[in-house]
């Protein structure tokens, strides 16, 4: 128990008026002052309680209380009630005013939810929520044998177990979700100590739907459609081999979208997963993909014949970027003179990540004149690509790196001849360079047999998916032979 400055007034001065009353009532007075005493005496003690910081007033005589008759009650008349109200008040005042105690009491079980912050470590967020730092060592010791504490997120839920048995709190157990297919859980273990198990958590995958037109850019679209940009965002990749989105797609042109969800037996939406299907109509052209496993456990997007989209080389190995200078003849902004511009130029924001356009071995990697920071990577025997004007190179990328189509290789700059941020982009046949944009790419897979038996299946099947999400009306289509 703990007595504030505050409280021992407000004590001392309520309980002097509140005896100095029931006295009084009782038939008992101050012999030097009879009732007007008492009084006296309960007024100063409400005026000490309403001054808490006020130092305590010297001792004054005790005084002795004598028995009063009822005749000489009955002749003083009744108390003064208004004179000994705030003694009253200031007496009963003490059961609501300052807390006497450090904590208050508490019985039971207590699931307290707290969050990582920035800098955090698990001990650093116990003994903030009071946990002593024998228990937290105990908890994070066990937690480690199934979980390294130091993989915890800035904003990620820890659940802290606290048993409360009146006045103070000891912990029990931990709950922690370090991903959405796991939790772990740690309780107190029958001799002592701590016990950490790991289980998987039960998730169901739902297909949702979305369709609409295209305003703007088909990511704006499609965002206000509910579908999240991580989910489009591979759905890019897999189109990037037959549209340019800069040129090709225009206001009016329509998409469709099944893509998988994941979601917690509670129904709250635990993750996206991948696109299953999608279509985009581009005026005259339809084109729709549909993801599809092997008999060899390789995941790819294929048309409706069983085509793989993928090609030999990306067309834009930048996203977000605007076709800014085509190839051929121009006259060049810096130079000031006409001459063959050997590659297209994407204008893109500072610090854009730039893709390897296909599978291959960095040949090349430097500065390079009027190139500036220079990428060139050798894909096959017949074909390479080129890549200028880097603000700088992949951490780690050296020549003779592999790298796989989509990997970052650097980032958009200014670097050498340039009058911006943009990325050079050169293909490069048998050493020659050609027209990005209207080379011919090798295809890539195209499935036979069985496979294609099961995917024509699939196909029809997420068509069906489609339309019963949707309430939409699809025509049946019949791959190509």
């Known amino acids: 128990m703990r007595l504030t400055p505050n409280t021992y007034v407000a004590l001392t001065g309520g309980l002097a008026a509140a005896l100095g009353l029931a006295l009084h009532l009782h038939g008992f007075d101050n012999a030097s002052g009879g009732r007007s005493a008492t009084v006296a005496a309960a007024a100063a003690a409400a005026t000490a309680a309403e001054r808490p910081h006020a130092p305590a007033p010297a001792a004054a005589p005790v005084p002795v209380p004598v028995l009063v008759t009822p005749e000489a009650r009955a002749a003083a008349g009744p108390p003064d009630a208004d004179a000994v109200r705030p003694a009253l008040t200031g007496a009963l005042a003490l059961t609501t005013a300052d807390s006497l105690l450090e904590e208050p009491y508490r019985v039971g079980e207590e699931r307290r939810v707290v969050r990582v912050g920035s800098g955090d470590t698990l001990l650093?967020?116990?003994?903030?929520?009071?946990?002593?730092?024998g228990e937290a060592h105990a908890l994070v010791a066990a937690l480690e044998e199934v979980y390294d504490p130091r993989d915890l997120q800035v904003g990620q839920e820890i659940t802290l177990v606290l048993a409360h048995a009146g006045y103070g709190a000891r912990l029990t157990g931990l709950e922690l979700m370090p991903d959405v297919e796991r939790h772990v859980v740690i309780t107190s273990g029958a001799g002592g100590g701590f016990v950490a198990e790991e289980a998987a958590n039960a998730l169901e995958t739902r297909l949702v739907a979305a369709g609409g037109r295209i305003e703007g850019?088909?990511?704006?679209?499609?965002?206000?459609?509910?579908?999240?940009?991580?989910v489009l965002d591979p759905l890019i990749r897999a189109f990037s081999y037959s549209v340019d989105f800069q040129r090709d797609i225009q206001p009016g042109d329509a998409f469709e979208i099944l893509f998988e969800r994941d979601f917690h037996p509670d129904g709250e939406i635990a993750r996206d997963g991948g696109v299953v299907y999608a279509r985009l109509n581009l005026g005259e052209r339809d084109l729709a993909v549909y993801r599809f496993e092997t008999g060899d456990g390789a995941v790819d997007y294929y048309d409706r014949d069983g085509q793989s989209v993928r090609r030999a080389l990306l067309r834009t190995p930048v996203d977000g970027a605007r076709l800014s200078s085509g190839y051929g003849m121009r006259r060049h902004p810096i130079l000031g003179y006409s001459r063959m511009h050997q590659g297209v130029d994407f204008a893109a924001a500072a610090g854009t990540p730039i893709f390897a356009a296909g599978d291959g071995v960095v040949e090349v990697i430097g500065h390079n004149g009027?190139?500036?920071?220079?990428?060139?990577?050798?894909?096959?025997?017949?074909?390479?690509?080129?890549?200028?004007?880097?603000?700088?190179?992949?951490?780690g990328l050296a020549q003779g790196s592999?790298?796989?189509?989509?990997?970052?290789?650097?980032?958009?700059?200014?670097?050498?001849?340039?009058?911006?941020?943009h990325l050079h982009y050169e293909v490069h046949v048998n050493g020659t360079q050609v027209n990005p944009l209207s080379v011919d790419l090798p295809v890539g897979r195209i499935l036979e047999g069985a496979e294609l038996v099961a995917f024509r299946e699939a196909v029809a099947e997420r068509d069906r998916r489609y339309a019963a999400l949707t309430g939409t009306t699809q025509v049946a289509e019949t791959p190509a032979d």
């Open 124 to 133: 650093a967020v116990m003994a903030r929520a009071g946990v002593p730092r």
């Open 217 to 230: 850019s088909l990511a704006a679209s499609t965002g206000a459609s509910g579908v999240p940009y991580r």
């Open 370 to 395: 009027g190139y500036g920071n220079y990428v060139r990577i050798r894909h096959n025997r017949t074909m390479s690509t080129a890549y200028g004007h880097m603000r700088r190179f992949a951490s």
């Open 402 to 421: 592999r790298v796989r189509q989509g990997d970052v290789i650097g980032y958009v700059g200014s670097t050498g001849l340039s009058t911006g941020p």
